[in-house]
């Protein structure tokens, strides 16, 4: 707004002035070339220079002929100003009042006076009718100038929206980023980027999860249909164990079907995130404290115990921590390290376990839905591909990021949470 309302307000102020003063030149030349020719006063100039004095007799003749008062008037008597009555003496000019009076002004020398020719300017409606209607035309040239750029845009901007509308996500506005309506044009094409992100992520997160969930609903059908067939021959203890199994299986949907929630819902929008200063180091421990239960044989390693405080929200973050932990113990044989490294705008927490690494191919894919890796790293061990997922967007969501190394000094896969310092409540 502020843009165009100032591109707007110089264009009419450099208008008003420029086309005013040059129709002002212009009406001015009109009227004096039409009431008096000024080679008629030069001349005049020049008779009266070589004409003894007397010049009474001389100058009512003239009044008679041209029908103008003619005048001999001394520099006293008129009390023109210094710069007036030096440009006078150097040539003959022209000035106007308000009342339609027109006065020539010429030296001469010789008798050392002022000739003042008095005359009235025409009021010839008809030119200033023109010269009015010219005015209104050449503002509203140069308005409708200034108009076509931004017509032009917003018709790039309609056209773009038309085709959106028929489906065409690809479709950008095209407005160059010195337009007055750039802003506008580029909320336009990250809202159609952002909705074509979030086509495609439904897309893949349908078809991931559809292909995820088969393999429990098959497994659930095969054992309803032996737990049949058990409870037919009365072999209640085998029945019960297919039981247990359908059991598992729909916890096993029923887990699959919260995280792909929960990504669905991270995907979409960023939740108000609740920002204080968190201890990360306290953050860890607790982790550690919870994990050890799990896994007694993993051995946990901080490099510091100082506390470290970092601007975050405490709940996320956590989450953060839990998924890399549980993951490097997972994959893990006997030790987990955690390294914290401060850098000038940076706090790096680095995750590494003993275990078999990532490969160099899905480094780059590692951070997608229902990412697949290798044999050491398959849902076997637990999950459903969703967490690292998860993890990457609550870094997004702090200006932060999360980066994969294949190897670490320990053998295995190496995690690093950048998180900004500079992050404010």
Partial sequence: ?????????ILLFISFIGLGLLFDWVWQQISYEIAF?????????????????PLDDVLTSLSTIYQHDFSLWSVNDLQLPAH????????????????????????????????????????????????????????AAIIWLWLQPLWRDLTKLRLASIRVSQGDLSSRSGVKSLSVISIIANNFDDM?????????????????????????????????????????????????TYADSIIE???EIDALVFEMLTYAKFEQTQPALHLSEVDIIQLINTQFASLALQYPLIKFKLNRQASTLLMCDGHFIDRVLQNLLLNACKYGRSQV???????????????????????????????????????????????????????????????????????????GARFELQFSKTLKD
Avoid at 118 to 136: C, E, R
């Fill in 1 to 9: 707004m502020r843009k165009l309302f100032t591109s707007l307000y």
């Fill in 37 to 53: 020719s000024q080679h008629d006063i030069q001349a005049i100039s020049t008779l009266l220079n070589r004409v003894d004095p």
């Fill in 84 to 139: 007036l009555l030096a440009d006078i003496k150097h040539a003959p000019i022209i000035l106007d009042d308000q009342q339609g009076q027109g006065y020539y002004y010429a030296w001469l020398p010789v008798h050392n006076q002022l000739l003042v020719v008095k005359f009235v300017l025409p009021t010839a409606a008809w030119v200033k009718f023109i010269i009015t209607l010219v005015f209104y035309a050449c503002l």
């Fill in 192 to 240: 159609v980027s952002r909705i074509a992100a979030l086509i495609q992520s439904h897309k893949e997160l349908t078809s991931a999860v559809s292909h995820e969930i088969k393999t429990p609903i098959a497994r659930a059908k095969f054992a309803v249909e032996m737990m049949s067939n058990k409870i037919q021959k009365q072999a209640y203890a085998d029945a019960q």
């Fill in 249 to 251: 299986d729909l916890d």
């Fill in 337 to 411: 390290n955690v390294e914290l490294i401060d850098q000038p705008d940076i706090l790096v927490v680095a995750i590494e376990d003993d275990g078999d690494g990532i490969a160099e191919h899905n480094l780059a894919t590692i951070f997608q839905p229902f990412s697949r890796l290798d044999e050491s790293r398959t849902r076997s061990s637990g999950g459903f591909g969703l967490g690292l997922a998860i993890v990457k967007h609550i870094m997004q969501w702090h200006q932060g990021s999360i980066v994969a190394l294949g190897k670490s000094k320990s053998g």
